[in-house]
């Protein structure tokens, strides 16, 4: 089945500075890559989705980019700012018999004042 | 508002004792989905829910139930607690497993 590993763990960035997570996925059928932000105390939110037919997707001053031949995409947060403190999670859906989302094991960020 | 509520959000019990966690949404989400978060394991799905009276199990059920007799609710049911179940739980839904899902506040949940 899918598997979804997230990196790093932990994230201390600088604020103004930018921050990238990054993970990888096994099954090369999966079609929908979604990340969520999780505030303290709260369910997750999801901030940027991405298919497989797109490399690339940006809102303000948040992307996502896929690679399909690698199975990997990546989070990037440019000017990052301390409301952006929280922990992230990448998904990958699943494609076999079940009808699931896989999630990675979280980025916990932090930006420094 | 659109949204997803959970009850209880906090909830300490004792080995054995069933339980049951609510779970509504008001956005007339056809697919549900009940999480579990630990530290350093993210999020894993217990069971999910794709439609009225169709439900399917998730990477982790053990020790779980769920039922869908209605579109808008789908509660967790843990028959006979256990330590091991003690964890943060999210119920989530959506109109599909590609569009965004929304999650609810969250179940602290403690087995004592």
């Known amino acids: 089945g899918e598997n979804v590993e997230q990196h790093p763990s932990t994230l201390s960035v600088q604020e103004g500075d930018s921050a990238v997570i990054k993970c990888t996925y096994s099954?090369?059928?999966?079609?929908?890559f979604p990340w969520y932000k999780q505030e303290l105390g709260k369910g997750p939110q999801l901030i940027i989705d991405?298919?497989?037919?797109?490399g690339e997707k940006k809102d303000q001053r948040i992307a996502v980019t896929l690679n399909k031949t690698a199975k990997h995409f990546s989070l990037h947060i440019t000017e990052t700012q301390p409301e952006d403190s929280a922990v992230y999670f990448c998904?990958?859906?699943?494609?076999?018999?079940?009808?699931?989302?896989?999630f990675g094991s979280g980025t916990r960020l932090l930006v420094r004042p | 508002e659109a949204q997803v509520t959970q009850n209880p959000r906090y909830l300490i019990t004792v080995t054995g004792k069933k339980l049951t966690v609510t779970c509504s949404q008001n956005?007339?989400?056809?697919?549900m989905s009940w999480y579990r978060q630990d530290p350093g394991l993210g999020l894993r799905q217990i069971y999910y829910?794709?439609?009225?009276?169709?439900?399917d199990k998730g990477d982790v059920p053990e020790g779980y139930k769920v039922s869908r007799k209605e579109k808008r609710n789908f509660p967790l049911i843990l028959e006979s607690p256990s330590p091991n179940q003690t964890s943060l739980y999210f119920c989530?839904?959506?109109?599909?497993?590609?569009?965004?899902?929304?999650f609810g506040q969250g179940t602290r949940l403690t087995v004592v």
């Open positions: 989530a839904s959506s109109s599909t497993l590609y569009t965004e899902a929304f």
């Open positions: 099954d090369s059928a999966s079609n929908y």
């Open positions: 991405i298919r497989s037919n797109v």
């Open positions: 998904a990958a859906s699943t494609m076999d018999s079940s009808y699931k989302l896989i």
């Open positions: 956005m007339n989400h056809e697919y």
């Open positions: 829910s794709m439609n009225v009276e169709v439900t």
